[in-house]
């Protein structure tokens, strides 16, 4: 018979002397068991290689044998989800879904759970039960197999999703559960991070998707959230201007498809309402004819999206440093813009206040915007309107150059959707049925392209 005395705390390998009949184990050889009394019926064992207690999460298997089905998405009902998601919700997932208070994140989900077939779970550990009754009215979410649950304490959390067993369990917010074993006080980083640790292991362990509501601070880190990037399969931004009605879903991170992708909503008064064509919302106030705004093909992951920007110049006051404002546009890529059209078209506009903006509270982030905004600020500095039927896009260099970027075609296309005629490019941009295009190669030819200098 042999026995091995585990030793979970160190890994070193000793010897035990173990009786073959009762199997008692002494630290030292005897000739006597002092457990049954036997003579000469003990032996040496190697024991502490191991600790005993470490179940394997899984065997080994050839790769071409693991079942992909098994991690293949479930749609969520809306498409603009989807869309981010790369086809829906992967069983055993965690999401976390970041946002500033009052974006739209709890309506979100709910609308999620609305549709959701099958149990579900919310928990809500920030609104009563009755706040979310009465939200889920409105939004179409009363129904039998949907489970509402208002708590903080995170074991009885886990209890509920034991209990209900759930395909699908959300939890509003992350920054307002707490477990009372972990020590650490409710609210504070070491108890979000526990919590989302609890959570991701009910995730893996139970199979089930798991959303969690995560609070973005105005400056845009994820205070608190930010740090559970690394524990959750997906992070998905959630932004947009208050006081408008779009809102933009974002993929930060995501261990099952692309980031590049954007779901676009429009919050009404019966909750989101996704966004197909988004360009035609962008242009649908737009007054032609006027100084200041110019329209951009601009690339939104995979998506081409046709948005206007607009600027406006004032001389500043002498002795006082020009004002740069900006929204939606990067106050930094502003700047730069601003030296080249000095420096490289001489366009003189150091000594003037700048003013630039997106329409819809969309961010334009990628370089091939450069040419609509200085197309719009040289249009407003020179109080001459751009042609209504005319769009642009194009990287701008420092040298002044007009640089190539990528999607070009897809660009163009979209443009030419929308009933635009003419676009004004870099050089080796493709042709397209139905518009004119005119290829730069700088900056200050397509100034004069646009009509606004000679
Ligand atoms: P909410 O989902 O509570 O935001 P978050 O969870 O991110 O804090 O939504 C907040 C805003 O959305 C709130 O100001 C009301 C508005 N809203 C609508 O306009 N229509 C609707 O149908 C719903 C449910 C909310
Ligand atoms: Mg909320």
Same mark, same amino acid.
């Given at each position: ?45 190697? /024991?502490?290689?191991? %600790? ?50 009052? =974006? ?16 579900? &779970? ?11 009754? &009465?939200? +889920? ?47 650490? %006080? ?24 798991? =959303? ?14 930010? /740090? ?12 947009g201007?208050?006081?408008h009605a779009l809102r ?16 676009l909503?429009e ?8 966004? %197909? ?76 206040? /700048? ?5 819809g509270g ?12 200085? &197309?719009? &600020? ?8 751009? %042609? ?43 042709? =397209? ?6 290829? =730069? ?7 004069? +392209? +646009?009509?606004?200098?000679?």
């Amino acid at each position: 018979m042999i026995i091995v005395v585990a030793t979970t705390t160190s890994s070193k390998i000793r010897l035990a002397h173990v009786c073959s009949e009762c199997g008692s184990a002494h630290p030292k050889w005897a000739g006597q068991c002092s457990g049954c009394g036997a003579w000469n019926t003990l032996e040496a064992e190697q /024991v502490g290689a191991r %600790p005993a207690t470490v179940a394997p999460s899984g065997a080994a298997v050839p790769i071409g044998d693991i079942d992909v089905l098994a991690a293949s998405p479930h749609p969520t009902g809306l498409a603009e989800l989807d869309r981010v998601l790369g086809g829906g919700i992967v069983p055993g997932s965690v999401t976390l879904v970041g946002g500033e208070p009052g =974006v739209g994140k709890s309506t979100l989900l709910l609308q999620l759970l609305a549709w959701w077939p099958g149990p579900a &779970l919310y928990v809500t550990a920030e609104e009563s039960a009755q706040q979310v009754r &009465l939200r +889920a009215g409105r939004l179409g979410a009363v129904r039998p197999d949907l489970w509402l649950l208002a708590e903080t304490a995170l074991p009885h959390v886990l209890a509920a999703v034991d209990e209900l067993a759930p395909s699908l369990v959300v939890v509003d917010s992350i920054q307002t559960v707490h477990d009372p074993e972990l020590g650490s %006080p409710p609210g504070s980083l070491g108890q979000v991070r526990g919590c989302a640790h609890e959570l991701v292991a009910l995730a893996k362990r139970r199979d089930v998707p798991v =959303v969690l509501v995560g609070h973005v601070t105005k400056e845009g880190s994820l205070a608190g959230p930010r /740090v559970l990037e690394h524990t959750v399969d997906s992070v998905l931004a959630f932004d947009g201007d208050r006081h408008h009605a779009l809102r933009l879903l974002r993929a930060v991170k995501h261990r099952y498809g692309p980031t590049s992708e954007l779901g676009l909503f429009e919050m009404t008064g019966k909750g989101l309402v996704g966004v %197909p064509d988004a360009s035609a919302l962008f242009l649908g106030d737009r007054r032609t004819g006027v100084p200041g705004s110019a329209v951009v093909p601009t690339m939104e992951g995979q998506r081409p999206l046709v948005i206007e920007v607009q600027a406006l110049t004032t001389p500043a006051p002498p002795q006082v440093p020009a004002r740069r404002t900006t929204q939606g546009v990067d106050a930094n890529r502003l700047a730069l813009l601003l030296a080249v059209l000095q420096q490289r078209a001489g366009v003189a506009v150091a000594q003037h206040d /700048v003013y630039a903006s997106t329409v819809g509270g969309v961010r334009l982030v990628e370089p091939g915007a450069d040419l609509a905004v200085c &197309l719009a &600020l040289v249009s407003a500095y020179t109080g001459r309107s751009l %042609p209504p039927d005319l769009a642009a896009f194009g990287e701008v260099g420092l040298g002044g150059e007009l640089r190539q970027t990528a999607h070009a075609q897809r660009r163009l296309t979209e443009a030419a959707r929308l009933g635009f005629r003419r676009a004004i490019v870099p050089a080796a941009s493709p042709d =397209v049925a139905t518009m004119q295009v005119v290829r =730069v190669a700088t900056l200050a030819e397509a100034l004069v +392209a +646009a009509g606004l200098v000679e």
